[in-house]
């Protein structure tokens, strides 16, 4: 396995930071140690600019090529989720309720220690521009920072992210081109009858069976309608009715979520909903209200990206570790608002036999950080090759 040598020998520095990181959790954009932290660490590797505050808490760095040429974007998420860690880990949070179980502490260092690499080495043509985002759990940060002007500010030409995996064996990679991780839209159907006693239910309009009928027909949105050889899926997660046995309630609200890897998709799903709802609706004589709330939109791939990622990943793990079709994900990821502006690829990295992620003994592995350093050093060096 091909990892660069300068970059093993200060992995025990990379290591230090990926710990305190850890130690220190924050959330969304309330990441100041963090931002702090990061900003202060680019500075002393020799970066030819940090800038702080984009996106509110986002921090930036520079790094110039051996002469002009190309500009690309590499990004790492730094905020950890409300979670009570539970891995007695040495370095395990010391902020009560909060805690790294998704392994932005690792993205982050891994894209330092890059940034290490590339500041002191230089072997490029063109501008590396090192994204550190804030609120990527729930807080949209990535859309903060695109909406502050990132991509425009910087000359950003094309952009690129990565994720660990628990499960995936480290040294190994998964992409895809197209959606790799799914839209995020939240629903609530609320139905309003006229309610009664449950003893005299021909005297009501029984808003619980109409909210069952609803239920099994939306279940039919993806099995009959959606093509079984592309991805949707459509979940009911709350459903709120009643206080009394013998009461038939006046209303019943419905809370769930659908999640679809392309905007065709997408559109076709919430137009479903409102149709079968409404529609239903009438045909029991109840009143319905929709709020459809649409969150991170699909993760997006762009062809020509994904091979180079891909090709880059390969040149680091070996051709036998990297998955160029993998499956598309179900869970969301805000880096999509980047790919909406450029164009760009989001790749999945191994962390090996480790706790699933968002759980509270899920750790991320260190023995995938020099695997991640490689792979974004060389994918700094190949698509701004000297040679181009």
């Known amino acids: 396995m091909p990892i660069i040598n300068r970059v093993a020998e200060f992995m025990p520095e990379i290591v230090g930071w990926r710990h305190d990181f850890h130690t220190h959790p924050e959330l969304q954009y309330d990441v100041e140690r963090?931002?702090?932290?990061?900003?202060?660490l680019l500075q002393s590797f020799g970066v030819d600019e940090v800038v702080t505050g984009i996106g509110r808490t986002g921090v930036v760095a520079v790094i110039r090529g051996k002469r002009p040429g190309r500009t690309i974007g590499l990004r790492a998420d730094m905020d950890a989720l409300?979670?009570?860690?539970?891995?007695?880990k040495p370095y395990a949070s010391q902020n009560a309720g909060k805690m790294h179980a998704c392994g932005h502490d690792g993205h982050t260092a891994m894209l330092l220690g890059a940034a290490k690499y590339l500041?002191?080495?230089?072997?490029?043509?063109?501008?590396?521009?090192?994204i550190f985002q804030p609120a990527e759990e729930g807080g949209a940060g990535g859309r903060a920072m695109v909406e502050d002007g990132l991509m425009d500010r910087f000359g950003i030409e094309e952009v690129y992210g990565l994720h660990n995996i628990p499960g995936m064996p480290v040294a190994s990679?998964?992409?895809?081109?197209?959606?790799?991780?799914?839209?995020?839209?939240?629903?609530?159907?609320?139905?309003?009858?006229?309610?009664?006693?449950?003893?005299?239910?021909?005297?009501?309009?029984?808003?619980?069976?109409?909210?069952?009928?609803?239920?099994?027909?939306?279940?039919?949105?993806?099995?009959?309608?959606?093509?079984?050889m592309r991805s949707a899926v459509?979940?009911?997660t709350m459903v709120e009715a009643g206080d009394a046995f013998n009461i038939i309630p006046r209303r019943v609200k419905l809370t769930g979520t659908i999640r679809t890897l392309e905007e065709a998709e997408r559109a076709f799903m919430e137009e479903r909903l409102r149709t079968i709802s409404t529609g239903i609706a009438a045909t029991f004589g109840v009143k319905v209200d929709i709020a459809y709330r649409r969150g991170y939109?699909?993760?997006?791939?762009?062809a020509e990206q994904t091979g180079i990622a891909a090709d880059v990943a390969r040149s680091v793990v070996g051709g036998s570790q990297v998955n160029d079709h993998v499956d598309g994900a179900m869970t969301g990821e805000d880096f999509a608002y980047m790919l909406e502006a450029r164009p760009g690829a989001y790749i999945l990295m191994g962390n090996g036999n480790s706790s699933q992620l968002h759980t509270d003994t899920y750790d991320f592995n260190d023995e995938?950080?020099?695997?991640?350093?490689?792979?974004?050093?060389?994918?700094?060096?190949?698509?701004?090759?000297?040679?181009?």
Do not use: C
């Not at 409300?82 to 007695?88: D, L, M, Q, V, Y």
């Not at 500041?119 to 090192?130: I, M, S, W």
């Not at 490689?374 to 701004?384: A, D, F, G, K, Q």
């Open 234 to 236: 459509l979940s009911i």
């Open 119 to 130: 500041a002191e080495t230089r072997n490029f043509v063109g501008t590396a521009v090192l």
């Open 368 to 388: 995938a950080i020099p695997v991640g350093v490689s792979y974004w050093s060389r994918l700094v060096e190949t698509v701004l090759s000297a040679k181009t």
């Open 173 to 228: 990679f998964a992409i895809r081109a197209g959606g790799i991780m799914a839209a995020t839209d939240e629903f609530t159907i609320t139905l309003e009858g006229n309610g009664g006693h449950a003893a005299i239910p021909h005297k009501a309009i029984d808003t619980v069976v109409v909210a069952a009928q609803l239920i099994l027909a939306l279940q039919t949105v993806v099995s009959r309608n959606i093509d079984p």
């Open 34 to 40: 963090t931002a702090g932290k990061v900003a202060e």
């Open 82 to 88: 409300p979670i009570h860690e539970a891995t007695g």
């Open 297 to 302: 939109p699909p993760t997006v791939n762009a």
